[in-house]
């Protein structure tokens, strides 16, 4: 079993930055792709990035490319969404998913643990 802690959102303002965090217990977390998703109000779960287990291989939605970064340290079990230029549109809760083999998914059915979520909100 996997346990994910997001941490980081909060309020911003549009063209702000924000980094959330997610720290990982129980096992091996080297072992495992991570991937960030987030949920506005009134939409489904959309994917964000994903990180390999090395960290060698990043993806991205095309929404986020060139403004979101994803990184991972493995001696500290966290992996690390970085978020530049945030529009109202990025308002959502983020979530954190690990996935139990080393390479990365866009798909959120791929990802066998999630975090409880963490609020971002953008104004305007």
């Known amino acids: 079993q996997v346990r994910l802690v997001e941490t980081g959102g909060g309020l911003v303002q549009a063209g702000g930055s924000l980094r959330v965090s997610c720290t990982a217990s129980?096992?091996?977390?080297?072992?495992?792709?991570m991937g960030w998703f987030r949920q506005a109000p009134g939409k489904e779960r959309e994917f964000v990035a994903a990180?390999?287990?090395?960290?060698?291989?990043?993806i991205y939605a095309d929404s986020v490319k060139g403004r979101f970064t994803i990184s991972r340290d493995n001696a500290k079990n966290t992996v690390y969404l970085q978020m530049n230029s945030l529009k109202p549109e990025d308002t959502a809760i983020f979530y954190c998913?690990?996935?139990?083999?080393?390479?990365?998914?866009?798909?959120?059915?791929?990802?066998?643990?999630w975090g409880q979520g963490t609020q971002v909100t953008v104004s305007s």
């Open positions: 998913a690990a996935r139990r083999v080393i390479n990365v998914s866009y798909y959120r059915y791929d990802y066998d643990y």
């Open positions: 990180v390999s287990w090395s960290g060698g291989i990043r």
């Open positions: 129980g096992r091996t977390f080297s072992n495992y792709a």
